[in-house]
Antibody, heavy 118, light 106 residues
Framework: QVKLLQSGAALVKPGASVKMSCKAS????????VSWVKQSHGKSLEWIGEIYPNSGATNFNEKFKGKATLTVDKSTSTAYMELSRLTSEDSAIYYC???????????WGQGVMVTVSS | DTVLTQSPALAVSLGQRVTISCRAS??????MHWYQQKSGQQPKLLIY???NLESGVPSRFSGSGSGTDFTLTIDPVEADDIANYYC?????????FGSGTKLEIK
């Protein structure tokens, strides 16, 4: 069965960076886009961007350009997102998702809670 | 960006029918999708492309609409349906989500 297993929660200091992982299993990793979605506490969902593992092609929400970097390791079927220059506004839960052809998300990771605090 | 507007909350009695609406700021054709998010869990896909039921989702859930106006219907509502419901459009980038509708039981 399809699974997306994300790395654990992170507590990071303002100004630092954090890199999280999303290990896919149960399907051919290179056949589907992987998107990342942000959910701030008690709020709605924001699409950060997506990466196509087969080619490394990416698309970003303009809001997150310069903030998020997306990469993949095809050998381990793992996607990564790095967030840089963290502020309190970056404190949130971050989900990785598998994207279907019409750009919706049929599988979600369990989420990574990132807390930015000194 | 395409803004999706949802009512913040709805209260319904168990066994009744409920419709959750989502209005887009511009036409998204049928590129509208619905998710359920229970407390402390990740979102779950219910409906894709406006009216297609995702595999494994109970037939109590249905979706309709095109253009700018969409609805998610639950009939009948069960206690397990208490959750937040989000619409999401994929007609254009950036992909955007509605602000969510919290379903409560009367």
């Amino acid at each position: 069965q399809v699974k997306l297993l994300q790395s654990g929660a992170a507590l990071v200091k303002p100004g630092a960076s954090v890199k999280m992982s999303c290990k896919a299993s149960g399907y051919t990793f290179t056949d589907y886009w992987v998107s990342w979605v942000k959910q701030s506490h008690g709020k709605s969902l924001e699409w950060i961007g997506e990466i196509y593992p087969n080619s490394g092609a990416t698309n970003f929400n303009e809001k997150f350009k310069g903030k998020a970097t997306l990469t993949v390791d095809k050998s381990t079927s793992t996607a990564y997102m790095e967030l840089s220059r963290l502020t309190s506004e970056d404190s949130a839960i971050y989900y990785c998702t598998r994207g279907r052809r019409a750009l919706y998300f049929d599988y979600w990771g369990q989420g990574v809670m990132v807390t930015v605090s000194s | 960006d395409t803004v999706l507007t949802q009512s913040p909350a709805l209260a319904v009695s168990l066994g009744q029918r409920v419709t959750i609406s989502c209005r887009a700021s511009k036409s998204v054709s049928t590129y509208m999708h619905w998710y359920q998010q229970k407390s402390g869990q990740q979102p779950k896909l219910l409906i894709y492309s406006a009216s297609n039921l995702e595999s494994g989702v109970p037939s109590r859930f249905s979706g309709s609409g095109s253009g700018t106006d969409f609805t998610l219907t639950i009939d009948p509502v069960e206690a397990d349906d208490i959750a937040n419901y989000y619409c999401q459009q994929s007609n254009e980038l950036p992909l955007t989500f509605g602000s969510g509708t919290k379903l409560e039981i009367k």
